[in-house]
């Protein structure tokens, strides 16, 4: 997401700049007071010097009080359907890429804090050190050590798997758009499988994949997210290659095991695509209880998930 400033005002670059600062502020400061960080560059991000100067900016370059609301233009976390990795890496790329001029300019007018300098260009020395804290993170190494049984409990249960950040498990904002934008109807889901290698989610129908590309935030079909591009020996023409072919609940793990790899985690299983008639609630609990009953090798080798995707708009 790229923000176009050609047409704003002097103030108006340096208000955007402030401003996005300030919000890039709050959200890291949420991410310290939970327990999806533990990396030190987080901890030692000093967010109430960097709030408090940049708040002194903002009404030195606007003579108003900062009113905690920001420009639509801003980025913002939400925008980048809540991925703390992406939402970082864009603003980082902003403030490197941005007008050196101003950024200089306005790192001089907070030359009144006692020699302490929290300004725009320790923000961003910062911030891309929180960025490295990020991609360090991945749940699976840890879950990589547990029992298979421990294992299938944890994602059972839907506690949070957390990879460059981003919670895999609990992806709310991603089912929510599948429905708003892709017009998919979740309830036809065969699978949901995470690519390890990839960092990519796979949202598995019946003919078709959807993928989510943490580290890019791409989301979309897969063939457009995972295309490869060759050029043409004869004519110099870019050939777009596509990878996966038809897909259905019988044969998805062997195409996935040919065409991409076989390093995928089971996070959801929709136990209708087995072909079970449910009719006794909207999870088919009893139903699936008995069936797993009479098909204990299945639930020995298998990762059930209970059906969360049907609560995603009262999210």
Known sequence: MNINTKNYSLQGKEQIVVETILSCTSVINKLKNTTVISGKSFQLFETQNYFSN??????????????????PDVLKIQDFRFNNYAYLNEVSKFLVDFDLTIVTNLNESLNFNDGVQYNIDHFTHDLHNCIKDLENIDDLQKLDTL?????????????????YGFDIVNNYALQKELIDSFGIDISH???????????????IFTG????????????????????????????????????IKLINNKNYKEILADEVNNNMLQLY?????????????LYGDSARAEWLEKHKSHKDNNMLVKNSFSTVISK
Do not use: C
Request: no cysteine; proline share 2%; charged share 25%.
């Open 208 to 243: 078709r994949i959807i993928a989510y590309d943490i580290k890019n935030n791409l989301f979309g079909d897969y063939n457009e997210i995972n295309k490869e591009t060759i050029v043409s020996h004869f004519d110099n023409e870019i050939l777009s290659i596509k990878n």
């Open 54 to 71: 940049m708040t002194k900016l903002f009404e030195t370059v606007t003579g108003s009080r900062f009113s905690g609301t920001v420009s």
């Open 269 to 281: 299983l929709n136990v209708n695509s087995l072909e079970l008639k449910f009719t006794d609630n």
């Open 147 to 163: 029992s298979p049984e421990i294992r299938k409990i944890k994602i059972w249960a839907r506690k949070p798997l957390y990879v």
């Open 189 to 203: 889901l065969i699978t949901l499988l995470f690519d390890r290698t990839n960092k990519q989610l796979l949202f």
